[in-house]
């Protein structure tokens, strides 16, 4: 195989996956952060670097973003949305930040694989992402010949910033204005 075979695999696979994630629980996605007093992020591996990143596009559109377990990140509020990226939504870590957001008066919202997980049951907006993973079994997820859960993770990270772009055109702040909040002492 070729790496242009392997190029255009890649991405059939990541449209394939993003097309087939229902609007509706996008759009929810987007309300809870708009309602949201301020948001927090939390995710292992490489879900959670895809959240991270998801993370600095809020603060660039000035909304209150944090990545929980970093050390500035504040305590979580009532009112505040816990938003977690996990495949299999039963990542034990994730599961016991999950119950602490809750008991604490926040809301969660979860992207998974498997929205029966342990993580579903206690997210008020699940966003279900048909992509394999060898920790989560999905029914009619798209079928990829990458490894392990990489589909997913490529998946989060359109997913995530189509999001972004979804709160731009909702609160009408533009790029210039995300520019002016970027990093400047790099």
């Not at 696979?13 to 927090?40: H, K, P």
Request: proline fraction near 5%; charge should be neutral.
């Amino acid at each position: 195989m070729s790496y242009e075979d392997i190029r255009r695999t890649a991405v059939e696979e990541i449209s394939s996956v993003v097309s087939r994630v229902n609007a509706e629980e996008m759009d929810r996605l987007a309300a809870a952060i708009r309602a949201a007093r301020s948001v927090f992020v939390a995710g292992a591996g490489r879900s959670g670097l895809a959240i991270r990143g998801f993370a600095m596009r809020l603060m660039h559109m000035g909304i209150a973003a944090h990545v929980v377990g970093d050390v500035t990140t504040p305590a979580l509020q009532p009112g505040d949305l816990l938003v977690i990226a996990s495949g299999s939504g039963s990542t034990p870590s994730l599961v016991a930040v999950a119950a602490q957001a809750v008991k604490r008066g926040g809301t969660t919202a979860l992207l998974t694989i498997d929205p029966q997980s342990p993580l579903a049951g206690t997210a008020a907006v699940v966003v279900r992402v048909p992509a394999p993973s060898p920790k989560a079994a999905a029914k009619d997820s798209v079928t990829s010949r990458q490894p392990m859960a990489t589909l997913f993770e490529q998946a989060l990270g359109v997913l995530l910033d189509s999001c972004i772009m979804l709160l731009m055109q909702l609160t009408g702040v533009n790029e210039q204005a995300m520019f002016q909040r970027h990093a400047n002492l790099e």
